[in-house]
């Protein structure tokens, strides 16, 4: 497996070191308003939820995003051409990926680069099998850092992967830095990217607030977690889930809320709660389809194509400066 220098692999399993790891952390919880980065919802119990969040009937993203790659294969692999090396960020299951290399013309390479260790090589070593001709190589990295995106391996053509409007979780300013790293590290290369759109608040409410439950024991996984590798002493049930949509930015937030006046140690810290008080663990930001092309075009991407479903999710395709038209 390829590793970020920057990001090695760490005991435990995703690609921050645990120095890093413990500083964002406290940073995070000693902060005015508490929050931690959504990449730390993904362990490998983190990834499994996140899946079956994918199949929840609230959850309209998943579906919609695979019903676009579905109905415009044939496009999506007239465009991208013969080949191609594809590199998915922030990779998950690789179920949607599956579909993009089925619809491909020999495409070279499949890398996945994910924050998720374990889990990401379950996926990709599954991959593998299924894909014998595609050059399978995962990448253990943590792409809001530093980090060697992975080179084509048939110089052809590269294809960036960036489903799931995981590009969301970033805020509106990250997302734009992102977008023109990338930009400028794939040149003459492309971007297929899922970008979830503004819609009814009560679609979105219900999307994050699903009635199993599984949204929610994916957030409080987070506190399971924090006590297993940090030793924090979160009691689990003294927290709630919760998510609201803020029109003012265009984004859901997913909180923990504290449901009494707690005190918590955290890697040897106390960490004083009170009633009603919450960590943000997730901003979603959605986009009107025109409003993200014109963001990743003001970063150097060229736009191509844009598909949407029922309005409810927009999928681009984007060239790097230098690609051929
Ligand atoms: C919203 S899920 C999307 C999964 C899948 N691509 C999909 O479309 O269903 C986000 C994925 O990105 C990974 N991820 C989140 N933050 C990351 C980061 N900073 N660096 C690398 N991977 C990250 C998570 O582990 C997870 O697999």
Redesign the pocket.
């Known amino acids: 497996m390829q590793q970020s220098a920057l990001a090695p692999a760490d005991a435990h399993g995703t690609?921050t070191n645990l120095r890093d790891y413990r500083h964002d952390i406290l940073a995070g919880l000693t902060a005015p308003q508490k929050q931690l980065a959504?990449?730390y919802l993904?362990d490998s119990r983190g990834?499994e939820l996140?899946d079956e969040i994918?199949s929840l009937p609230e959850y309209y993203a998943?579906r919609t995003?695979l019903a676009v790659l579905r109905t415009n294969a044939a496009e999506i692999a007239a465009l991208v051409g013969p080949s191609a090396d594809v590199v998915?960020?922030?990779?998950?299951?690789s179920?949607?990926a599956r579909l993009l290399l089925d619809g491909l013309d020999r495409p070279a390479s499949y890398q996945p680069?994910?924050?998720?260790a374990t889990y990401l090589l379950a996926q990709a070593a599954e991959v593998a099998a299924a894909y014998p001709s595609v050059t399978v190589r995962p990448v253990l990295?943590?792409?809001?850092r530093p980090f060697t995106l992975p080179s084509a391996i048939a110089s052809q053509r590269t294809l960036l992967f960036f489903?799931?409007s995981?590009i969301g979780?970033l805020s509106r300013p990250r997302a734009a830095a992102l977008l023109s790293s990338l930009a400028c590290r794939t040149p003459g290369g492309a971007l297929l990217i899922?970008v979830d759109i503004c819609k009814d608040a009560a679609v979105l409410r219900a999307a994050y607030n699903d009635s199993r439950g599984v949204t929610a024991e994916f957030n409080l996984n987070l506190l399971v977690r924090l006590n297993r590798e940090l030793g924090a002493t979160f009691d689990v049930d003294a927290f709630e889930h919760d998510a609201v949509y803020d029109p003012l930015h265009d984004r859901v937030e997913m909180r923990l809320v504290s449901q009494r006046d707690q005190t918590v140690t955290v890697a040897g810290v106390a960490v004083d709660f009170g009633k009603g008080e919450y960590i943000i663990t997730e901003h979603s930001h959605k986009y009107a389809p025109q409003e993200f092309a014109a963001m990743a075009i003001g970063e150097g991407w060229r736009s191509i194509r844009c598909w949407l479903a029922d309005d409810r999710f927009s999928v681009h395709y984007f060239r790097a400066p230098d690609g051929a038209a």
Request: aromatic share 10%; proline share 7%.
């Open positions: 690609a959504p990449k993904y990834s996140f994918c998943t995003e998915e960020l922030g990779a998950g299951s179920l949607k680069v994910d924050i998720s990295a943590d792409f809001t489903p799931g995981t979780n899922g």
